[in-house]
């Protein structure tokens, strides 16, 4: 439904949360970012400072996080795994979610789903990396 309020959860968005960051200054979503290894205190100061809302995180393991974000309100959600160091079949088989974004950097047998179908797939040229492969996910009926 457009205009329908969701949710981004960003998996392993890194020390700097900088995807969970990004859609939140450019989209409506309401956006958490998941990381062990995120920099809360520098996090916390450019959100102040820049006033970006509809932003949180929770410095975890995805694992450790997910009883925490399957019982946010409910809403459609989007998980992106972008460049994460994690099993992503595994998370999305715990999570409740309705669209999934991954982009394998160097464990494609991790990064990318076997187990969902596949939306969209291809390799994403804008990458730095040279892993770039790309897949858009919806849960298996």
Not at 38 to 51: D, K, S
Not at 92 to 116: D, K
Request: glycine fraction near 6%.
């Amino acid at each position: 439904m457009s205009g329908a309020p969701c949710r981004v959860i960003h998996v392993g968005d890194g020390a700097h949360a900088r995807t969970g960051a990004l859609f939140a200054l450019k989209t409506e979503t309401e956006n958490v970012s998941v990381d062990p290894v995120l920099n809360e205190p520098l996090v916390e100061a450019w959100r102040t400072r820049f006033g970006i809302r509809r932003f949180a995180w929770q410095r975890a393991d995805v694992f450790a996080a997910i009883e925490r974000l399957n019982a946010l309100p409910d809403m459609p959600v989007l998980v992106t795994f972008v460049h994460a160091h994690v099993p992503i079949d595994d998370v999305l088989a715990r999570l409740r979610w309705n669209v999934a974004y991954t982009l394998a950097c160097c464990q494609p047998g991790h990064q990318l789903s076997q187990q969902h179908d596949v939306l969209a797939t291809g390799e994403d040229p804008y990458v730095l990396s040279s892993g770039r492969r790309f897949q858009v996910l919806a849960p298996r009926a």
